[in-house]
């Protein structure tokens, strides 16, 4: 059965970094499109970054510049490196194994990691 960890949520102040990790297990990450959602209250859950089997990284508008999505092959983790954080950046962030592309965007594919809470306060 496909796993999913993610670790290194947290509350952090505005202006401040934090670095989610997804630990994968029964499957490859560097084999699959990788990604982040995220999803305030009373939002729908947002695609913030992914990255393809290839390498290829793409970003959500809000936090281009700001977040990077990377993986290690070696250790099967996707991370996700979240600087310059904002109030609006918090949510639920959740990792996603299997986004594939549509005629009509990108979709996320079957497995869910059980979310990382991620607070922006002062």
């Known amino acids: 059965q496909v796993q999913l960890v993610e670790s290194g949520g947290g509350l952090v102040q505005p202006g401040g970094s934090l670095r989610l990790s997804c630990a994968a297990s029964?499957?490859?990450?560097?084999?699959?499109?990788m990604g982040w959602y995220r999803q305030a209250p009373g939002k729908e859950r947002e695609l913030v970054a992914r990255?393809?089997?290839?390498?290829?990284?793409n970003y959500a508008d809000s936090v281009k510049g700001r977040f990077t999505i990377s993986r290690d092959n070696a250790k099967n983790t996707v991370y996700l490196q979240m600087n310059s954080l904002k109030f609006e950046d918090t949510a639920v962030y959740y990792c996603?194994?299997?986004?594939?592309?549509?005629?009509?965007?990108?979709?996320?594919?079957?497995?869910w990691g059980q979310g990382t809470q991620v607070t922006v306060s002062s």
């Open positions: 996603n194994a299997g986004l594939y592309r549509t005629a009509y965007g990108v979709r996320p594919g079957d497995y």
């Open positions: 029964r499957i490859i990450v560097s084999n699959n499109g």
């Open positions: 990255i393809t089997n290839s390498g290829s990284t």
